[in-house]
């Protein structure tokens, strides 16, 4: 199959709120295999990004190409390779974790059926049987979550502070295993996360936002003959950008 | 889309929700049916004719069915989820809506054919049971199905704009209230909204329940009130919610 370097696009995306302008002018281009973090403080316009290109919301101006396909039939279709989680996990809570993963199987036509067991074991739940997501602790939510937005092979995935609520030993796996989806298997990752010293381990390039716009894009090697951490460099663009 | 219908059956049937509204409404159903003992036994083909002029009552629990089932589609995000699988939001519409359909036809037929079984087994069915009989039989039964639906289907599209349990669940029964109380003619109303509100399915639904034989023009009727009915609020439903700023 043919596949496009450039994975997903956006131009001159526009989001506004009834009185908030929560994205402007927003261009921006992830190559395919590459893990972007997406910094940013509280309100800047992190999960309102993310929300447009899964089809949540829709932007007041602009437009997206997302594997190369830009009108709304195609972009609906594009999206089946696209795995996410944005803000809080998305769960059926009155069923088990494999019966999650059972749905999303349904819901996006995996014909194999052994991908729910081994993304179980993957993430860690396949000792939970029958015990209903009600009662999982927020770890183990989100590890189901990573799981869901797994299950069909996601070449984009969108992950909003997807290690919340993860001990020490589930953010190493989710380190891991996102680093060699992205390195080996050439998924494109777009995460936001506040943890910095975690965001450091993992992104290739970063997107900082500020106030709905993208202030600075750049790679981890050029930050690192910059600064010695995203976290000194990050408040260091804050006192930058603040109003005179 | 069959994929979207799979994965909406395959949580109807585990749905706490559904099981809990089902045994009600086997209690309610045996309830009524014991209420309603006579003196000397009726016979079953009267027993489904009465038990489908009572179906109004069966409706509320299909309000509060609504609410239970596409509310928390919105508040856990699931159908968030399935969007960003790639489906358009008519089609996960469709595939709640039909689901949720076939799960409040399901919760409305089992109180007529429980007491309608109950009393056949008693005192028999009443006629000899021909071709005619049951065709007119599966007639009314069917026109009660998709007058219900059309009905149903009005507490669906509340459910998908309020996208919130509690509030769909009011606003659900404040309709049914709404739509009982109109089924009466109101004389304090004007004649022409009279005359309206003969249109509304419920009311359609309580001429066909009470018509002895049904002639075929009522029957016509219903079928073309219920169709339209049902697809118009089916189309306000995917226009709203393709719309809508999603939860
Ligand atoms: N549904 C909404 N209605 C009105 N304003 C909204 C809505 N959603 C987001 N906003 C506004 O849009 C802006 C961006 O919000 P967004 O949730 O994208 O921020 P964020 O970067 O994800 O923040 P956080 O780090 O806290 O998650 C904020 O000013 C917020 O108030
Ligand atoms: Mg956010």
Redesign the pocket.
Known sequence: MYEPEVVLETHNLN?D???????SDINIALDRGRIYG?V????????????IIAGL?QPTQGSITLFGASSQPSLVRARRRLGAII?TPALYPDLSAAQNLEIERLIRGVADRSRVKRLLQQVGLDGTGRKRVRDFSLGMRQRLAIAVALLADPALLLL??PINGLDPMGIIQVRQLLTTLAHEHGCTILI?S?ILSELDQLADEYLF?SD?RIIKQLTAAELSTQHDNLEGYFLELLKEGTPQ | MKGLLYAEFYHLRRSRWFHIMLVADVLISIVFVFAAKDAHPLPGRTVLRSALIDLPLMMMLCAIFAGLYIGPAFTNKTVARAITAGHSRTRVMLAKCIVYLIATAVILLVYPLLSSGMACARAGWGVTITWGECISVARVIALAVLLNAAVCMLFAFLSFMLQDTGKAIGTSVVVYLLLTILATPRPALPVWLNGLLVLLPTNIARDVAFARPLSAGLAWQALAGGVVCLVLLLLLTGFAFNRS?LK
Do not use: C, F
């Open positions: 989001k709120y009834r009185r908030t302008r929560a994205l997406l940013g403080q509280n309100g800047a316009g992190k999960t309102t990004l993310m929300r919301s803000e909003d502070e936001s506040h936002v709905g | 700023e």
